[in-house]
């Protein structure tokens, strides 16, 4: 069954460092638009980073400067490299995709979602 696999999730100090990954396993990901999402206890889901098929990529402005997406299609995984957290990072993070060229944050616009993979920041 096809699938996206988060991994590398943690707990780390304010100003620490993590990446996230998220493999494709039954996907041929250069196909597809992703995107990171997270969501803390009692918050909306938000969206944090995407990139499309045209390789275009958008943060959210709470993110911008310190989070990098990135996708490596020879290895069918995207990242997310995550420096300067801080506790407002702390959240479930999830990777996203949908087939074809989507470009948005908006969780409605993908199709495909992993479990996620926790990430927890302290103070």
């Known amino acids: 069954q096809a699938q996206l696999v988060e991994s590398g999730g943690g707990s780390v100090q304010a100003g620490g460092s993590l990446r996230l990954s998220c493999a494709g396993s039954?996907?041929?990901?250069?196909?597809?638009?992703m995107a990171w999402f997270r969501q803390a206890p009692g918050n909306e889901r938000e969206g944090v980073a995407c990139?499309?098929?045209?390789?275009?990529?958008m943060y959210a402005d709470s993110v911008k400067g310190r989070f990098t997406i990135s996708k490596d299609n020879a290895k069918n995984t995207l990242y997310l490299q995550m420096d300067s957290l801080q506790p407002e990072d702390t959240a479930m993070y999830y990777c996203?995709?949908?087939?074809?060229?989507?470009?948005?944050?908006?969780?409605?616009?993908?199709?495909?979602w992993g479990q996620g993979t926790q990430v927890t920041v302290s103070s």
């Open positions: 039954g996907y041929i990901l250069s196909g597809y638009s």
């Open positions: 990139v499309d098929n045209f390789d275009r990529i």
């Open positions: 996203a995709a949908r087939s074809g060229y989507y470009y948005s944050l908006s969780g409605r616009m993908y199709n495909r």
